[in-house]
């Protein structure tokens, strides 16, 4: 299967406060089903000076966003992908594959800067689009450390090793 290409007008910038409306709208698209809340979660994380997000736009419409979360914990960096989302119609252009790509590369500039040794995530069980998107990307599955979303759905814990 060849991937799609995205769109020439695509771009990439970072989150404003001025955001904070499509993020909302777009996480409970993208989320809402896995239980409530995500588009006020989402959008709490907005300026976070531990969470760097991406908006990818097409021509000046946003239709998608990535949030990479880092911390230190006990002097250990972690980064995780806390959310990666594109708009319903704008879907399967290769617009999700451009945003992970980019969110990937300001991981491993993380890594470089700040020590994270690798990237994790969490993926419904279901959403077999986004487990073979990440499959690509070179995720695979963290043993032993699954759980649940607020509405039961079976949430996967996956890494990929940075630096």
């Known amino acids: 299967m060849v991937a ?3 769109p020439d007008a695509i771009a990439f ?12 709208r777009l996480a409970e698209a993208a989320f809402g089903h896995l239980g409530p809340g995500y588009g ?11 969470v760097a997000s991406i908006v990818v736009t097409v021509g000046s419409r946003p239709v998608g966003l990535s949030m990479l979360g880092l911390y230190a914990n006990e ?20 617009i999700g594959w451009a945003l992970l790509e980019r969110t990937i590369a300001l991981a491993e500039r993380c890594a470089q800067e700040r020590g994270a040794r690798e990237l994790r995530l969490s993926v419904a069980e279901d959403n077999v689009a986004a487990r073979a998107l990440f499959a690509r990307a070179g995720f695979t599955a963290a043993p032993d450390e699954g ?5 039961g759905q079976t949430a996967l814990r996956l ?5």
């Open 4 to 6: 799609a290409r995205p």
């Open 13 to 24: 910038r970072a989150s404003e406060p001025a955001d904070r409306l499509f993020v909302a």
């Open 40 to 50: 006020a979660l989402l959008g709490s994380w907005i300026g976070a000076p531990e």
């Open 75 to 94: 002097g250990v960096v972690r980064a995780d992908l806390l959310a990666l989302a594109v708009a319903p119609g704008a879907r399967r252009l290769g």
């Open 147 to 151: 759980s649940t979303y607020e509405n």
């Open 159 to 163: 890494r990929r090793t940075l630096g």
